[in-house]
């Protein structure tokens, strides 16, 4: 099986045990701060994911949220994140994702966003485009933050790194929203649902699937200094391309 196709069906199977475990016990546990959450679903899924993933790629090395790394025998690369919004899945906000990135010798060349409760499947191959539900996506052609609806992210305990450059936007931007799953906000850039969206201090996981959805729907991503996007760093800006520059003045200084 392709990559991509795998990505697809082992984020669907996921996506299918998600909303089958909605209003079981979730046995939720804050890990190492205020608000970060687990849930027995977030430790489902990611076994399922990797379950499948070894048997259909038994060479490559997965790196997991919730399982960590898994040593591989290729240069082949899974990068997973079972539940992306894990605070909106525990109170049944609809924003929760599953992602799945595919690199080979540390190029991205395959990523699936997959939202089960809004039945939005994004995904994306190196060169080939991205799409939503096999419909061709891409992003805005907004030209000035002035007309961006913009989304940010940060952990409820590190609010306050990022607060100044949230009430920045907020006087700048048409609107700024704070969705809570970092995947499916870049999927939502990718789609031309927002124009832009910045965190700080993003995992591999929470980025990988979606920056590829981004650029091959036509945007741009990097880190939020302009610098090339680094997933052990985590900043991460993504755009249009056509408010990128104007982005990073207003989130200049930023740490
Ligand atoms: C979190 C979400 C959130 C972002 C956090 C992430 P999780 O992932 O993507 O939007 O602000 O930085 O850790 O914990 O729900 O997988
Ligand atoms: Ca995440
Ligand atoms: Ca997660």
């Known amino acids: 099986m392709d990559p991509l196709s795998c990505a697809i069906e082992t984020a669907q199977a996921a996506g299918a045990l998600l909303l089958e475990r909605v209003g079981k016990p979730l046995e939720l546990r804050e890990k190492s701060s205020r608000g970060d959450l687990v849930t027995a679903s977030d430790r489902a899924s990611e076994a399922l994911i990797v ?10 090395a997965i790196l997991g949220e919730e399982s960590g790394k898994h040593a591989g025998e290729s240069d082949e ?8 919004g894990t605070t909106n899945y525990a109170h049944g906000y609809p924003l929760y994702c599953v992602s799945i990135a595919y690199e080979r010798a540390g190029e991205l060349l395959a990523g699936v966003v997959y939202a089960p409760a809004l039945r939005e499947l994004y995904a994306a191959a190196r060169g080939a485009g991205a799409t939503c539900n096999d419909r061709p996506i891409a992003v805005t052609d907004a030209g000035s933050v002035a007309e961006s609806l913009v989304c940010t992210g940060f ?7 990022n607060g100044k450059y949230f009430e920045r936007l907020s006087r700048v931007a048409q609107g700024v929203r ?7 906000d870049l999927a939502f ?43 052990t760093r ?15 003045v207003i989130l200049s200084g930023a740490p």
């Open 77 to 84: 690369r899974w990068i997973v994140d079972p539940l992306d």
């Open 189 to 231: 850039v990718a789609a031309g649902r927002f124009d832009a969206f910045w965190e700080f201090d993003l995992a591999p996981w929470d980025i990988a699937a979606g920056a590829l959805i981004v650029r091959e729907a036509g945007g741009t991503v990097t880190a939020i200094d302009g610098g090339p996007l680094d997933l």
């Open 178 to 184: 704070r969705d809570g799953a970092a995947a499916l």
């Open 51 to 60: 379950a499948r993933l070894l048997a259909a790629f038994p060479r490559a």
């Open 155 to 161: 952990k409820p305990a590190e609010f306050d790194r």
């Open 234 to 248: 985590g900043s991460t800006l993504a755009t249009n391309g056509h408010v990128h520059a104007e982005m990073r």
